[in-house]
């Protein structure tokens, strides 16, 4: 089985901690990335953000096969990038997408993701938790294949 999930966070999300606490709490997401290692110690977690679009298509392109799943907060690329969406169509990984907030409670315009259909889940407004409920769901799609 394979052990190494990627999570991957698009733009405005380096200000996590900082940018509107009221919608995206008070904790870095550094800080919280160190609890889920120390919970999944069994797995080798990795962990990459840009705000640059063209950076998440080249790292989803580079990592993107032989992987037990990648966790993808695209950020506001969601409702922007069919770029993203076809690199999540092109590689084998399969890819869950998080978001922090509930999109679909927000601004018009959030409501639509380009990404969703591609991702093998969904996980929307559960705050930090989700990335943890998206390794989870992960790792509990290697455990339906044996």
Same mark, same amino acid.
């Given at each position: ?15 996590? $901690? ?35 679009? $063209? ?92």
């Amino acid at each position: 089985m394979f052990k190494k999930i990627w999570i991957i966070n698009g733009p405005n999300l380096n200000l996590l $901690g900082k940018r509107e606490p009221e919608i995206y709490g008070s904790l870095s997401f550094e800080a919280y990335f160190e609890t889920l290692k120390a919970k999944y110690r069994n797995l080798e977690l990795i962990y990459f953000q840009s705000n640059h679009e $063209g950076l998440l298509l080249d790292k989803l392109h580079e990592i993107g096969f032989d992987l037990l799943g990648i966790v993808f907060n695209p950020g506001a690329y969601t409702h922007t990038s069919i770029a993203l969406a076809d690199a999540i169509s092109s590689i084998t990984a399969p890819v869950v997408e998080v978001h922090i907030s509930n999109i679909y409670e927000r601004e018009t315009f959030r409501h639509f993701s380009y990404l969703k259909s591609y991702c093998v889940q969904s996980i929307v407004g559960k705050g930090l938790k989700g990335y943890d409920e998206a390794v989870d769901y992960l790792v509990s799609m290697q455990a339906d294949i044996k």
